[in-house]
């Protein structure tokens, strides 16, 4: 439990921590780390939603067979 206090970040880290990022990187280069952040949040969602839609896709691929197969079955048992 302890270990997880030492990582909690309160008000005063997070405010130190962005003043070293001030510090590192200047007033000028802050906007276009955070596009490049954006960018590649944006990239990530596009391709998270790519993956889903072709797994959902593949589901319902199965499902058709499935249902086919059961139909199949059921007119030869007639």
Aim: proline share 1%; charged share 35%.
């Amino acid at each position: 439990m302890d270990l997880i206090l030492l990582f909690s970040l309160g008000g005063y880290e997070i405010i130190l921590a962005l003043f070293v990022v001030l510090l590192l990187f200047g007033g000028k280069k802050i906007p276009e780390l955070m596009r490049g952040l954006g960018k590649g949040i944006r990239e990530f969602n596009s391709a998270r939603a790519t993956i889903e839609s072709e797994l959902k896709e593949g589901m319902r691929e199965i499902d058709k067979k499935e249902a086919e197969q059961k139909k199949t079955e059921e007119k030869k048992e007639e």
